[in-house]
Structure formats: C-alpha cells, structure tokens
C-alpha cells in the first residue's frame, strides 16, 4: 500500500514538475521572457456561483502565463512571422497614437520586408488590438518553437481561416501551447487552490470585495487592485497609455500567482458563446469594476480587433509526457517490490 500512494504521490509531483520547467520561455535575444506559473489541484470542482453547471473545473495540471501578452513579446511575434503579413496580424491601429488605447507598436518598411518596433514604455504593458485568431496564431507559433515556426497549425488548424465563424475552429487533441480555455482562465484567477474542494473568491485579486482602482498597490486594501474605469469616472492611469504595465499590482495577484486577470485588457479565451462568438474575461480600463468580477462574461466576435482586447496563453503537457513518465515510475514500483 506504501508503494500505491508513493506512486500516486510521484505522480502528482510530476505534474507540477512538468509545469515548473516551463516557468520561463525564451521569446528571442532583447525580448521579454513569457513567464508561467503552475495551476494545479486537478479535479478541482466548479464555481455554481454564477452558472449551472459553473466555471473552473479542470481536471490536469498546466501552466498559464503569468502575465497577459505584452505589446513586446507581440512585435517579437511580428518580426518573426508578418514581414509580409498574410494573415493580417499588425493592424495599423497599433501605431497610431492619435487613437486612445494603442499599443505603439510601429511598423517600416514594405511588404517583405517589414519590420516592427515598440518604444520601452509601452513594451511591458498588454498587446491590444488583436482578434481571436491572431492569439491561435500566436499561439501556433510558440507550440511550433517560434522563429519561422507555422502559424496555421499546432492547437488550431487555420489554414489561413480569419472568418467571423467562431465555430468553425477548436483546439486540437494533443496541443501544448494554446489560447486560455475558458474554465482554465476561471480557475487561475478566482480558485483559491490547496485542494478540490477549497472554493472560489469572486475577485481576482484572493479577495470578495471590489479591489481599488487607484494609488499604488498598498493604498486602500493592499493587495487588492486593479485597472479598470471605476463608477466615479476615474482611470487608473490616462492618456496615453491607459493600460497599466503588466504586474503592476504586485501585492494583487491571484492565489496560484497571476497578475492583471482583472482589469488592463478583456483576455480572449476558447468559450464559444452567442453562436458563432468567442468568450473574454476580466474587463478593461475602459470598464467598471463590475466586469472585474467572476459573474462577468465577454463576447467578442472572433476577427474583431479593438482597444480593449488582448489575450492571455496557457502550456499543457503533451500527453506523452505524461504517460512516458508515469510508465517510469511503474517501473520503479515494480524494481521496489523486487527488492522487498
């Protein structure tokens, strides 16, 4: 008996360990790293709070990205795969700084040969301006190992797809790299984690009230703030910038470690809702602070880009992995009791 719970003990580990050796992926030599942190308590069960049969539950380690993608890790993903920008990832909204809410991403150039650039104030702060099917494509591309890796296949088959058709694409079977799911968001930011069964906040910031949309991070309730337009007409932060840098809130992160999954930008996930729409989550600066909150669901039509969208990525195990290592430590099991 001894020996069944070391394995299942082992195996737990292994889950966890697999997700800690993805904390930091390099996105290229001058570009901020996309740090992750591990979600675990597999099995965990869902938030009825809001929704019959509720939000939350997923039954596997992963990783999800610590932070939501920044405007730097995105031009990286630019020079990378839209030197002539078939599928359209740079719009050119981006660099328009007459617009509110841009991300300064600039572009020169001619087609072939463009080239993308994003000053250092604005390179930590979130990617806006983007659709659903440039976040599966960003995506493709860090399963694919980034540089000149595909676009069009990995987590999603596109094939060139960027129709207003949210259902005609869903993550395939064996993807590491992906767009968050809905229910893989949900838990990231409101579980309170250390268990199946430990319950969920209704912010995510470990907190059931409303955080503060202004001063630093330990005026009003430290440890509990967000960026987002609250009910007297204030933002957090205004012209130009708007969206707050990434982690800004340092004191404010959820209970497995994340930051800004409330406020800064609505974050895209694989929901399909409202037909043929894709879901988001967490509200924007441009929002009140009751979008801020676990009831809240957005809806984006999936080839739609605008100022307040951006997105957030998650890394599975491969299944392999899983069962190759698992096969390991059945063979340690079966090498114990040999020796017993």
Not at 30 to 44: I, K
Not at 83 to 90: E, F, I, Q, R, T
Not at 101 to 116: D, F, L, M
Not at 300 to 326: C, D, H, K, N, Q
């Amino acid at each position: 008996m001894r020996n069944v719970f070391a394995v299942t003990a082992a195996l737990a580990l292994l889950g966890l360990s697999i997700a800690a050796q993805a904390n930091v992926f390099d996105l290229g030599t001058g570009y901020t790293n996309l740090e992750t942190v591990a979600v675990g308590d597999p099995g965990n069960a869902a938030d009825t709070s809001y929704a019959s049969p509720g939000y939350g539950s997923v039954g596997y380690n992963y990783n999800i990205g610590k932070y939501e993608v920044t405007a730097k890790q995105y031009t990286d993903f630019l020079n990378n795969k839209a030197k002539s920008d078939p599928h359209g990832l740079y719009n050119t909204v981006m660099g328009d700084l007459s617009r509110t809410g841009v991300c300064n991403i600039q572009r020169t150039g001619t087609s072939g040969s463009y080239a993308y650039s994003v000053a250092s104030d604005w390179a930590n702060r979130p990617v806006n301006w983007v659709s659903y099917w440039d976040s599966c494509r960003f995506a493709n591309w860090l399963g694919n190992g980034q540089g000149n890796g595909d676009t069009e296949t990995g987590a999603y088959t596109l094939n060139g797809y960027n129709g207003t058709d949210g259902r005609t694409i869903q993550r395939n079977a064996g993807a590491t790299w992906a767009v968050t799911s809905e229910d893989e968001w949900y838990k990231a930011a409101y579980y309170k984690g250390g268990g199946t069964t430990a319950g969920y906040w209704d912010y995510p910031t470990k907190r059931d009230t409303l955080p503060s949309n202004v001063g630093s991070d330990g005026y009003a309730d430290p440890g509990n703030h967000a960026n987002y337009y609250s009910d007297g007409f204030t933002y957090t932060i205004g012209s130009p910038y708007y969206r707050t840098i990434v982690g800004e809130f340092e004191k404010s992160g959820s209970a497995y470690g994340t930051f800004d999954q409330g406020g800064n930008v609505w974050e895209l996930n694989e929901a399909i809702m409202s037909g043929a729409y894709r879901g988001a989550r967490g509200g924007s600066f441009s929002d009140s602070g009751n979008r801020v909150k676990a009831s809240s669901r957005g809806v984006v039509g999936p080839s739609i880009e605008g100022y307040i969208v951006g997105f957030r990525v998650v890394l599975v195990p491969e299944p392999s992995s899983i069962i190759t290592l698992a096969g390991g430590l059945v063979g340690l099991l079966g090498i114990r009791r040999r020796r017993t």
